[in-house]
């Protein structure tokens, strides 16, 4: 599956913005989808994850409450709804994909997005 990432730039902190991944080829519906983000000079970490129904959802506590993971089948694509944006939210975000379940674990994701740069201003 290729996933392209989308919707990144700069905002004031405490606004938002919307994430969008689109997703082809393998059939979207069969992955668990995730949200990972990596701040300058910092390891990638694990920001939300999903179920193929996008019944179930995981979020990485310092964004819980105000990021929402949201998936839409039928547009194979995915979005992460970002509210209550602060500077530590700066970093470039990446959509993921993986058959082994709802996880926080990069290296269980089997394919990875391009990113997408997110600048949040004090």
């Known amino acids: 599956v290729q996933l392209q990432a989308s919707g990144g730039g700069l905002v004031q902190a405490g606004g938002s913005l919307r994430l969008s991944c689109a997703a082809s080829?393998?059939?979207?519906?069969?992955?668990?989808m995730g949200w990972f983000r990596q701040a300058p000079g910092k390891e990638r970490e694990f920001v939300a994850a999903?179920?193929?129904?996008?019944?179930?959802?995981l979020y990485a506590d310092s964004v819980k409450g105000r990021f929402t993971i949201a998936r839409d089948n039928a547009k194979n694509s995915v979005t992460l709804q970002m509210n209550s944006l602060k500077p530590e939210d700066t970093a470039v975000y990446y959509c993921?994909?993986?058959?082994?379940?709802?996880?926080?674990?990069?290296?269980?994701?089997?394919?990875w997005g391009q990113g997408t740069l997110v600048t949040v201003s004090s």
């Open positions: 080829g393998r059939t979207f519906s069969n992955y668990f």
């Open positions: 993921a994909a993986t058959w082994r379940g709802v996880t926080s674990s990069a290296g269980s994701y089997n394919y």
């Open positions: 999903t179920t193929w129904s996008g019944g179930s959802t």
